[in-house]
Every structure is written in structure tokens, then in C-alpha cells.
């Protein structure tokens, strides 16, 4: 157990809360330290396949997971341009305990937050840390207007530019800086009328693609649309965008995807950018997860899954081998398997974008998703 072990866990997001969940429940006495204001997530939904309700049955949280979440019946891959299936995937045949489910951010980002409390994690919001030091015997932080605090050890869940995983491998050097892939994504929530199948629909077409999906009850529709091209996008959630950029991207998509497409009132782009896995996921009495070790291109969605995954695991390292001896092993638990999964989303954006129907249907790379998405 890690009764009484002190542990700071740095960001507030969906594997930040995830860890502070599975180290209060060993026993930690866990912080979480998060910059906004309030605990929230993007109005954006997230799919969160078999391998990442897992975590969250293992946490205790199924029950309440199944009840606010659709529950996914497919993965429809379609011919963007004349609108026909190419391959349709039916994971509704799943068992209870390998359920697929199709999330508003804002909901699981709830739950896990209130697990998190009722597990007797304390949660600093407005808590900007600036700055983190790692020394053999403990890490510390600087909170924006409250100076240095010591963190016994430390948990960098603090996503893409993590603080912590600089502190742990320097800043990235040139060779290892984030590139531009070519490619941004549009995403927009469009009014459901609670008729739409529980599937994710991943329509494809030349150089674009668009995945829609129902949530709560139908009533609202998660669209995201990736484009190539060649002008450059900010990386983040909140750079808004005209939604007739949108349109015209699709416009020579069929009669469903225009229907959507004309409903997409409010968009936002987001340039997706390539950063290298982290070599070291940990040093001294510090550990990072989710993106902040390996941040992972969406055409998977498994970027927040593999953060519930490293969460899980981080937790039952610490606690089986201790704060020393548990995180070489939890990196050598998870690298290989999550580089499996990242490169099997890089390789989604190839296989979404061909030209050729039957090559798309042979080198469709959900297919792999079977393997690179089975529960540890
Ligand atoms: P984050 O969600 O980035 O959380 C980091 C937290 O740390 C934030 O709350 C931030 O405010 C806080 N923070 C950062 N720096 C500091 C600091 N200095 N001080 C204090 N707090 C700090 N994944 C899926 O599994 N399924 C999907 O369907 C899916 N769809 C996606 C669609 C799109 C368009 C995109 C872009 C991504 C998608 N992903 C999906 C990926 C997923 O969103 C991310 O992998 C996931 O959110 C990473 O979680 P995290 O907790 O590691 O980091």
C-alpha cells in the first residue's frame, strides 16, 4: 500500500485525475495541482474503447461511466464522396465488461474529479506551476504567486508542453522539436435529434476525413474533420475558425456529411503536430503520463485512453515496487505498447486519406485497432 505517501500530481485533465483516483484509493495522500479556474473539459466528445473503460471499472466508476455515456454499436468506415460503407465493425456484440463508450468530455471529466474528491484527493484549481525542479530526494514547484512547494514525488499529467517531462529530459532539442504533419482538424458539437445510430462514423475522401458521433442520448453530434494541407494551424483546443473554411474543405462530401456540416455553427482547428515519445518517463522522484509522455495523433482514439491506461499502471507500479523501483518499471510496462498504438494512428491517417476504396479496405489500420486496443 501507499498509505500516507505524499504525491503531487501536476494537471487536472483526464489522466491527472485518473492517477490522483488510483493512488488515493492505495492509500496516497494526493494533491492535484491544476491552472484553470475549475476542474472542466473542451465541449468536444471522446471515445473511450474497451481498454480504457477497463480503468475505469477497475476504479469503481463503471457503473456511473455506462449510465451517462452512449453505448457504441459500430465503427462505420465510409466512403466520404458516394456515402457507402467500406467496412462497418460491430462492437456491439462486445460483453458488458468490454463496452465501448461514446463520452461528452465534460461528463467524464466530472466523474473522474468527483471519484478523485471522494478518494480524499485535495484539488488546487488557479495552481499554474512555472516551474519544476528534480532532485534525488524530492521534486519541487513553483505556483504561480505561491512560491516553491515540495512534492515527495511528483506526477506530470500536464499534457503537451509538459513542464515535467522537460524537467525530467531537458527541453526538446532541435532534432526532437515537434513538426507540423500537414494536416489540421476541425471540431464542432451540432445539434442531434436523438435519432442517430450509436456508431462513430469515419468518413473518408482524398487528403480529408470526418468522424461524427451521437452523444448524450443523441442530442448532440461530436464532429471531427482532418484536412492535409499545407498552411500551418495552431496546436490547441480553443483557435476558433470560420465554420465555411469547414464546408468548403468538405463541400465535395455527400448529402449526410453536408447535413452536418451545415448545422456546424461554432468550429474550432487544431494543427496536429508530430512530438516524439518521451525517452525517459521518469527520473528520481518524478513520472510523467499520458501526453505529457507521449502525446498521440487522434486517428485512434487512443490518446486518452493510453493516458487512463499509463495511470492505472503507474499506480500499481508504485505500489507493488515502491516510489524507487516502481517507475522503470512502469515505463517498461507501457513504451512498447503505446508506440504500438501511436503508430498505428499515424499509420490511420494514411489509410483514411486513399484515393482507392479497396485500398483503404485492405490497409485500413482499424483493423489493427483490435489488437492495439485489447485491454492489458
Ligand atoms: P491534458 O488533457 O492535456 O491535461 C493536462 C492538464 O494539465 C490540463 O488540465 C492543463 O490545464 C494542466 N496543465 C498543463 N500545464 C500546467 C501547468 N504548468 N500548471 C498547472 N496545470 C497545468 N483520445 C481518446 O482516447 N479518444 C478520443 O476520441 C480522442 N479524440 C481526440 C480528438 C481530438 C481533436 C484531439 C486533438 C485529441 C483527441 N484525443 C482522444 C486525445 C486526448 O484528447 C488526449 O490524449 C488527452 O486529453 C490527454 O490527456 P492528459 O490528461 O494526458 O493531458
Redesign the pocket.
Known amino acids: 500500500m501507499l498509505d500516507g505517501q505524499k504525491i503531487t500530481v501536476?494537471?487536472?485533465?483526464?489522466?491527472?485525475?485518473?492517477a490522483a483516483t488510483a493512488l488515493a484509493q492505495r492509500g496516497a495522500e494526493v494533491t492535484v495541482?491544476?491552472?484553470?479556474g475549475r476542474?472542466a473539459?473542451v465541449g468536444?466528445?471522446?471515445?473511450?474503447?474497451p481498454n480504457?473503460v477497463a480503468v475505469l471499472d477497475a476504479l469503481g466508476l463503471g457503473g456511473e461511466a455506462r449510465n451517462r455515456a452512449m453505448r457504441n454499436r459500430a465503427v462505420r468506415l465510409v466512403d466520404g464522396i458516394t456515402g457507402r460503407d467500406v467496412i462497418r465493425m460491430d462492437v456491439g456484440y462486445l460483453r458488458p465488461a468490454q463496452t465501448f463508450l461514446l463520452f461528452h468530455?465534460a461528463d467524464l471529466i466530472d466523474i473522474l474529479h468527483q471519484a478523485a474528491v471522494a478518494a480524499g484527493v485535495k484539488v488546487e484549481t488557479c495552481?499554474?506551476?512555472?516551474r519544476v525542479d528534480i532532485g534525488q530526494a524530492g521534486a519541487f514547484?513553483e505556483?504561480?504567486g505561491q512560491g516553491l512547494r515540495e512534492a515527495p514525488f511528483l506526477v506530470g499529467?500536464?499534457?503537451?508542453?509538459?513542464?515535467v517531462r522537460d524537467a525530467i529530459e531537458g527541453s526538446p532539442t532541435e532534432a526532437r522539436a515537434p513538426f507540423f504533419t500537414g494536416m489540421v482538424?476541425w471540431?464542432a458539437l451540432v445539434p442531434g435529434d436523438g435519432t442517430e445510430a450509436a456508431e462513430a462514423v469515419v468518413r473518408m475522401g482524398p487528403k480529408r476525413h470526418m468522424?461524427s458521433y451521437p452523444l448524450r442520448g443523441g442530442s448532440l453530434i461530436n464532429l471531427?474533420a482532418v484536412e492535409e494541407r499545407t498552411e500551418w494551424a495552431e496546436e490547441g483546443?480553443f483557435n476558433r475558425d470560420d465554420p465555411d473554411n469547414l464546408r468548403r474543405a468538405f463541400a465535395g462530401f455527400g448529402s449526410e456529411a453536408q447535413s452536418l456540416l451545415s448545422q456546424a455553427d461554432k468550429v474550432h482547428v487544431?494543427g496536429?503536430f508530430r512530438h516524439p515519445v518521451a525517452r525517459t518517463w521518469h527520473r528520481g522522484p518524478a513520472a510523467i503520463?499520458?501526453?505529457?509522455?507521449h502525446?498521440?495523433?487522434?486517428f485512434?482514439?487512443?490518446?486518452?485512453?493510453?493516458?487512463?491506461e499509463?495511470a492505472w499502471v503507474l499506480a500499481e507500479c508504485l505500489d507493488d515496487k515502491g516510489m524507487t523501483d516502481g517507475p522503470a518499471l512502469y515505463q517498461a510496462r507501457r513504451q512498447l505498447r503505446v508506440e504500438r498504438v501511436i503508430e498505428a494512428a499515424n499509420n490511420n491517417a494514411r489509410n483514411y486519406h486513399l484515393k482507392n476504396p479497396l485500398a483503404k479496405a485492405l490497409g485500413f489500420g482499424a483493423l489493427r485497432l483490435a489488437g492495439a486496443v485489447r485491454p492489458e
Open positions: 501536476l494537471g487536472g485533465g483526464l489522466g491527472g485525475f485518473t495541482l491544476e491552472q484553470a476542474i473539459e468536444a466528445g471522446i471515445q473511450l474503447s480504457g468530455r495552481a499554474r506551476v512555472t514547484v505556483v504561480e499529467a500536464d499534457g503537451l508542453h509538459s513542464k482538424a471540431r468522424v471531427v483546443w487544431w496536429l503520463l499520458g501526453d505529457a509522455a502525446p498521440t495523433l487522434p485512434l482514439a487512443q490518446g486518452a485512453v493510453m493516458a487512463l499509463d
